[in-house]
């Protein structure tokens, strides 16, 4: 009986690491085409996503800055 179960959890957390696998792997490709849209976004207008970034950052700043008064 023991042993039945032993060979049931190993099955179990084989076939839950081939998943996970295919999830990673499946998760890396996403991320990939998603970090190839924004590069070819960024290239496309550089000077207006540096704009954004800044008053994003200035935005930010002034908000936190805001709160410890």
Not at 20 to 39: F, G, N, P, Y
Request: positive net charge; hydrophobic residues 40%.
């Amino acid at each position: 009986m023991r042993e039945l179960e032993l060979i049931e959890i190993k099955r179990t957390i084989s076939e839950l690491n081939t998943k996970l696998d295919e999830l990673s792997d499946s998760i890396r490709k996403t991320a990939r085409k998603q970090q190839e849209c924004a590069e070819v976004k960024v290239n496309g207008t550089p000077l207006a996503y540096m704009a954004g970034a800044l008053m994003g950052g200035f935005l930010v700043g002034y908000l936190l800055s805001r709160g410890k008064s």
